[in-house]
């Protein structure tokens, strides 16, 4: 859980110096994409587990 943590607020740091850089407009973008690749993700993994 500790490792989980660690990552995340390795994330976030990242994602605190794109956001307050110029870089925002092209991180916004990255996210939606990665956004709804992971919901994606998120309904095939749960649909696989309803129809075992």
């Known amino acids: 859980m500790l490792r989980w943590t660690v990552i ?4 976030a740091i990242i994602a605190a110096i794109f956001g307050f850089g110029g870089i925002a ?3 916004e973008s990255i996210a939606k994409i ?3 690749i992971f ?5 095939i993994s749960l649909l696989s587990r309803l129809f075992r």
């Open 34 to 36: 990665l956004f709804f």
């Open 39 to 43: 919901i994606v993700l998120f309904l």
């Open 25 to 27: 407009s092209g991180a």
């Open 8 to 11: 995340f607020i390795v994330i």
